[in-house]
C-alpha cells in the first residue's frame, strides 16, 4: 500500500498539537472515499522551526509530501520563515502539496509573488468546526492532484537536453538506441529525434513500458510495424529496422504474441 507523507511545522507547540488532531480527523474522514483508496495516510514529522524540516527532508527522501506550514515560524524576522522552507521544500520534493495555516491574512499575497506554488491559505483563527471543514476539503484536494501528477508522470518520459527538462509522452516514443558517443543515447519520437546522457540498461530498468531488441536498442511495442523473424529485423513506423540476434527468437515470438504484432 502506497503512503501519503504528511508534514507539520508550526513554531507554537500547542498549535501543532491542534492541527495535528484536526488533520487527524481529516484523515479518518477521507479513509474510505475513493481519494485515500490503496492508500494510507501517516504524519512523520511534528516541527517546530525551519531547520527541523530542512535537516528531515535532507535525510528522507520525501516524495508527493503535504506539508502544513505557519508562515510566521520566529519572533525574530532574521530567521527564515514558512516561505522560505516552502521553497526549500519545493527544491527536494517538486511535487509538494503545501497547505499554509497562519494568523496573518494579509500574508498570502506574499505566498503568491514568491511562487511557493501553495495549495490553499488557511486562517487559524477560525473555530475548530471551520477549520476542520476547510482541512477536509485541502486533504481531500491534495491527493487529488498526487493522483493526477502520478498519472501524468506514469505516461511521460522526460529527459535532459542541454538545460532543457524535455517531456515525451510515452505512446509518441518509437525507440531508444545508443549512439557512437559514450553514455550518449538517442530517443526517436513521432515529432523528431533528441540526444541525451544515459546508460540504456537503467532506462530499461526505470521504464517498463520499453521492450529490449537488442543491446543498443529499447523499443515502443505499440510503435513496430512489424517483426521478421527469418531476416532478424524489427521494422518501425520510421522505416528505422534494427536487427536482433538469433538468441532473441523466442523473445520475439512471446512480444508478436504479447502486442499482437505482425510477424513475418
Keep these: 500500500m502506497?503512503?501519503?507523507?504528511?508534514?507539520?511545522?508550526?513554531?507554537?507547540?500547542?498549535?501543532v498539537r491542534r492541527i495535528h488532531d484536526l488533520v487527524k480527523y481529516a484523515i479518518w474522514s477521507l479513509e474510505d472515499s475513493a481519494d485515500s483508496k490503496d492508500k494510507e495516510f501517516k504524519i512523520t514529522?511534528?516541527?517546530?522551526?525551519?531547520?527541523?524540516?530542512?535537516?528531515y527532508l535532507e535525510d528522507n527522501k520525501v516524495e508527493s509530501?503535504?506539508?502544513?506550514?505557519?508562515?510566521?515560524?520566529?519572533?525574530?524576522?532574521?530567521?527564515?520563515?514558512?516561505?522560505?522552507?516552502?521553497?526549500?521544500?519545493?527544491?527536494k520534493d517538486s511535487n509538494a502539496q503545501i497547505i499554509f495555516i497562519t494568523a496573518y491574512e494579509n500574508l498570502?499575497?506574499?505566498t503568491y509573488r514568491r511562487r511557493t506554488g501553495?495549495?490553499?491559505?488557511?486562517?487559524?483563527?477560525?473555530?475548530?468546526?471551520l477549520l476542520q471543514k476547510r482541512l477536509n476539503e485541502t486533504l481531500s484536494l491534495a491527493v487529488r492532484r498526487i493522483r493526477e501528477s502520478h498519472a501524468i508522470k506514469?505516461?511521460?518520459?522526460?529527459?535532459?537536453?542541454?538545460?532543457?527538462?524535455i517531456n515525451e509522452n510515452i505512446n509518441d516514443i518509437?525507440?531508444?538506441?545508443?549512439?557512437?558517443?559514450?553514455?550518449?543515447?538517442?530517443?526517436?519520437?513521432?515529432?523528431g529525434i533528441g540526444e541525451f546522457t544515459g546508460d540504456i540498461r537503467k532506462v530499461e530498468v526505470e521504464n517498463d513500458f520499453l521492450e529490449k531488441i537488442s543491446q543498443s536498442c529499447l523499443a515502443n511495442p505499440n510503435n513496430i510495424v512489424e517483426i521478421n523473424l527469418s531476416t532478424r529485423f524489427v521494422l518501425f513506423k520510421d522505416g528505422y529496422k534494427e536487427t536482433f540476434p538469433r538468441r532473441s527468437k523466442a523473445r520475439m515470438k512471446s512480444l508478436i504474441k504479447k502486442y499482437n504484432l505482425k510477424q513475418v
Excluded: W
Design 2 to 15: 502506497k503512503e501519503y507523507e504528511i508534514i507539520i511545522c508550526d513554531d507554537e507547540i500547542d498549535q
Design 45 to 55: 514529522l511534528e516541527a517546530n522551526s525551519y531547520i527541523e524540516v530542512a535537516d
Design 65 to 91: 509530501g503535504i506539508y502544513f506550514l505557519d508562515i510566521e515560524l520566529s519572533k525574530d524576522r532574521a530567521d527564515k520563515d514558512g516561505i522560505d522552507l516552502a521553497e526549500f521544500i519545493r527544491q
Design 108 to 110: 498570502a499575497a506574499m
Design 118 to 129: 501553495a495549495l490553499d491559505f488557511i486562517t487559524k483563527d477560525d473555530n475548530d468546526e
Design 154 to 165: 506514469k505516461m511521460t518520459f522526460s529527459y535532459k537536453m542541454g538545460r532543457r527538462i
Design 174 to 191: 518509437l525507440y531508444i538506441i545508443t549512439t557512437p558517443k559514450s553514455h550518449r543515447l538517442s530517443i526517436v519520437t513521432i515529432n
